[in-house]
C-alpha cells in the first residue's frame, strides 16, 4: 500500500470514526431520554443504526491504516485518531452512567 492510499485511509478513517462518536451523545440525550420531536424513536432506530455502521467503517480504515508496514507518521495519526476515538467513548459513557444515575 502507498502512501496516498494510507493518506486517504486516515483522512476518511478518522472523520468516519470521530463525528459519530461526538454525534452519539447528543443525539441519544435528544431522541431517547428528553425525546422532544416527534416521532423520536424511529428516529432514533435510523441515526444510531448509520451512527453505528459509520463508526465501524472509520475505525475499520483507521486499523487499516496504523497496522501496514513501513512506519510513518500515518501510523502515529491513526493511532492518535484511535486513542481520541476511545477518550470520546469513555467520556460518553460516564456521562451516560451519569444521566441515568439521575432518572
Known sequence: M???????LFCWGSALAIVP????????VLLVFHPTIRHATPWAMILFSVLAFTEFLGLFKLVQACVQRPFSPLTILS???M???????SYTGVL????????
Open 2 to 8: 502507498n502512501w496516498r492510499e494510507r493518506e486517504g
Open 21 to 28: 462518536a461526538l454525534a452519539f451523545l447528543p443525539a441519544f
Open 79 to 81: 493511532f492518535g485518531a
Open 83 to 89: 486513542l481520541v476515538v476511545l477518550v470520546i467513548a
Open 96 to 103: 451516560l452512567a451519569a444521566l441515568a444515575e439521575r432518572m
